[in-house]
């Protein structure tokens, strides 16, 4: 995936665009390494690359839109946090913020490479889990303090920092490789589900043929009177989980025919990015502390806008272009640096 990803650098374009114009020849090398990554024995179907050429198009396009809906940078620094609502929101203490920026290996080893050493600042992706959380807080309502009062409060959490880069043109080349790998591991998924699928009802059928033999076999005589009706009811009810078997194997498709049925099912996924992947824009109107504004209090409140990655329904991550500055760093030594991981 590393060729994939360098290669996907370079067919993303630097400007912020409303449409993706990939050179064929890109787009071709595209689509034989997404070949490559999830099935390569698809590159014997007969115009497996005209199948899949719209929809790793549709794919770039999209992804390459959504992601330049992302605000510009952020800049992330111990002053910032004091006087900037959303930088102030996302972290709990100053100490924290330098915390966990110093204790990203991404972020380190950027400002340690040889080329870079001359930067002052980085550009780096920011990502968090964020949660609206219920709790019970004090007020100031009509210049009376009221205890236990039900609030809204605004929890970030599990920050990441990624695709550190020089720029924010290249930090947003680094995303939307990210999210396009996602893409091609989720139809890679889809995939290896049908062939795990097929093989799980491979084994079950020679199971149910090995007990419909052993129910033949058994021994005749006068046992085998008295439970010949018991006898004939089992067998078929492994005749019909049989033929419920072969029903459902039949649905799936034959090893011949699989590269052509694996390239609709990518052609499926690719053509439709929208149905996997979004941006959710969420406003809300916060207090210093991160609560929630009801519309009453008498404390004074921000607004501010959360960009959530949502992937598959299933993962749900806030995410911020940012930029920090190299003097904030913690010395390196009081750090177990950790790898960042995807999303």
């Not at 924290?96 to 991404?106: G, M, P, Q, V």
């Not at 889990?129 to 929890?155: F, S």
Request: glycine share 2%.
């Amino acid at each position: 995936m590393k060729i994939l990803s360098k290669l996907l650098r370079s067919i993303f374009p630097s400007n912020n665009g409303t449409k993706t114009t990939v050179p064929a020849n890109e787009l071709d090398n595209a689509i034989e390494h997404v070949v490559d990554s999830i099935e390569p024995a698809m590159r014997y179907f007969p115009g497996y690359k005209k199948i899949l050429r719209n929809s790793v198009s549709t794919s770039l396009d999209y992804i390459n839109n959504l992601v330049n809906t992302i605000p510009g940078p952020l800049f992330i620094s111990s002053s910032t946090f004091t006087t900037d609502p959303q930088v102030n929101v996302y972290f709990a203490t100053v100490e924290e913020t330098r915390e966990i920026f110093s204790n990203s290996a991404e972020l380190r080893e950027f400002f340690e490479t040889e080329d870079n050493k001359s930067f002052e600042e980085a550009y780096a992706l920011l990502c968090m889990n964020v949660e609206e959380k219920a709790i019970m807080g004090m007020e100031l309502q009509n210049d009376i303090v009221r205890r236990d009062v039900l609030q809204t409060a605004l929890n970030f959490s599990d920050h990441k920092i990624m695709s550190a880069a020089k720029n924010e043109s290249d930090v947003r080349k680094g995303i939307k490789t990210c999210i396009f790998n996602c893409l091609v591991t989720y139809a890679l998924q889809e995939i290896l589900d049908i062939k795990q699928q097929k093989l799980s009802l491979e084994i079950q059928r020679k199971k149910l043929a090995s007990r419909l033999k052993a129910r033949q076999s058994q021994g005749d005589g006068l046992s085998s009177l008295i439970n010949s009706v018991s006898k004939s009811n089992k067998q078929d009810d492994i005749n019909q989980e049989i033929s419920d078997n072969t029903n459902k194997h039949e649905a799936l498709p034959t090893s011949w025919d699989a590269p052509r049925y694996y390239l609709e099912t990518i052609k499926n996924t690719l053509s439709q990015p929208e149905n996997f992947i979004s941006i959710e824009d969420m406003t809300y109107d916060v207090t210093k502390m991160g609560i929630v504004s009801n519309g009453e209090t008498q404390q004074s409140v921000n607004t501010i806008h959360i960009d959530k990655i949502v992937i598959a329904n299933v993962l749900q991550r806030a995410v911020a272009i940012v930029r920090y500055p190299r003097k904030e760093l913690l010395p390196r030594r009081e750090f177990n640096l950790n790898e960042s991981s995807i999303l």
